[in-house]
């Protein structure tokens, strides 16, 4: 890599006359809002910023940073908790504005821009009665969800987002467009499914499209202490649900009372979803009970209110196989000592479609029936973040026990090198192979890092 050369006014105004968008810096009026992510603890500030409008703004920006030795991020939705989105003295690559969509109803893709968010993509999409797969937050942008996994509402009948991307544009670190499927470059096109933004930018994904319309959603409401009784009736419930059933279950304080939440998605016929859900309400009464027909749209959206912009966020997650009351007895102890009313404990259910996929058919190697357990700390007084990020340190560590080494990387922060390996399973030596081949100098190493191979090394971060 070149080594760094001051950036004076006439070099970043050299790059500002090759992008069709615009260059940002230090100073200008929309700087500090455009470098702002998602997670309020990151405040990070780049040299330039680049808002891209095509993938030729992408290609200009990643041979400038190459070219001058700069650290380069990539920003799509912004919504990463570990801020890899921005960087500080380098080149961030602001995405969101590439926002195309064309969905063809006959063929069931979607071609989508890096810049859309969920909530744009499942607009757009259900406008003709279809969707693909993805996260559970509108807000969310669709690039980092997608080559992250993509666990959501519709991935037990149909998979993970990344499972339904049967194309690709990529920019590689060489400047080069290259378009990915399963006959061309198909170990990028493996890589990306899975293996994050390590090795290249993602201008366009073309995406299957599956039937979707309105479903049967909504949360039963539980309070805590009925947790261990409610679970083990959901988990054995779960255990063996069709694939049209996804499910998460979650913990919060309601008042300062700790309740639990069963929230469902039915995607299936309406009239064996009613009869299915009658078995899982068997249960018991519920505090109160939301589940009926709605949009697939408004389910999407239904979480958003809580995961504003502006909050500081610590979080830690890794993969419980079950809902066993080892795993419950330690969270109901940890719950009502919960610092902030915002934070939450959530997992969701993997199952179906998304756990048949073999292992090592994508780079995301996570393929069983389990729940994907996310710790969500949130709180907005800078003051409080001792007391929140140690509350969730010390849960995590009493739930090490029962749950498995691994994570899903879409919810991993700056965890250390061996959280890395975790993410990335025993898919890694691959990936850090393929690394070797398409970005042997880790340009892209602000990430949730894969080293290259290297023929002498072990090929690990």
Known sequence: MASHVALTAGVLDGLAA??????????DADYDDVRAVFNALIDRRPAAIARCRDASDVAHGIAFARDHGL???????????????????????DLSGMKTLHVDPGRRVALAGPGLTLGELDRGTQQHGLATPSGAVSMTGIAGLTLGGGLGWLSG????????????DVVTADGVLLRVDAEEHPDLFWAIRGGGGNFGVVTRFTYRLHPVGPVLAGSLTFPAETAGRVLRHVDEFMAAAPD?????????????RPVLSVTVCWCGP???????????????????????????????????????????????AGFLPRLTDGAVDVLLEHLPRMPSALSGIGAQHMHGAAGR????????????????LQLLSQWTDPQDTERNTAWTRDLFEALRPHLRDAVYVNNL?????????????????????????????????????????????????
């Open 71 to 93: 650290a380069l991020s990539v920003r799509g939705g912004g919504h990463s908790v570990a801020g890899n989105a921005v960087c500080d003295g380098g080149l961030m690559l």
């Open 18 to 27: 090759r992008l069709t968008g615009r260059l940002v810096r230090p100073g």
């Open 270 to 316: 309406l009239d064996d979803g009613e009869r299915i859900l009658r078995s899982l309400r068997a249960v018991g009464p519920p505090l109160a009970d939301s589940i009926g027909l709605r949009s697939y749209v408004d389910l999407q959206s239904a979480g958003d209110a809580g995961f504003p912009r502006g909050r500081r966020h610590y979080w830690k």
């Open 244 to 256: 049209e059933l996804s499910a998460a279950v979650s913990f919060g304080l309601d008042g300062g």
């Open 157 to 168: 009948r149909y998979g993970l987002a990344c499972d339904n991307v049967v194309a690709a």
């Open 357 to 372: 996929v073999p292992a090592t058919a994508t780079a995301f190697p996570h393929r069983a029936d389990q729940y994907d």
């Open 413 to 461: 922060g700056s965890e250390g090198p061996d959280r890395v390996r975790a993410a990335y399973g025993a898919n890694l030596p691959r990936l850090a192979e393929v690394k070797q081949v398409y970005d042997p100098t880790n340009v892209f190493r602000l990430n949730h890092n894969i080293t290259p191979a290297r023929p002498d090394s072990a090929s690990l971060p």
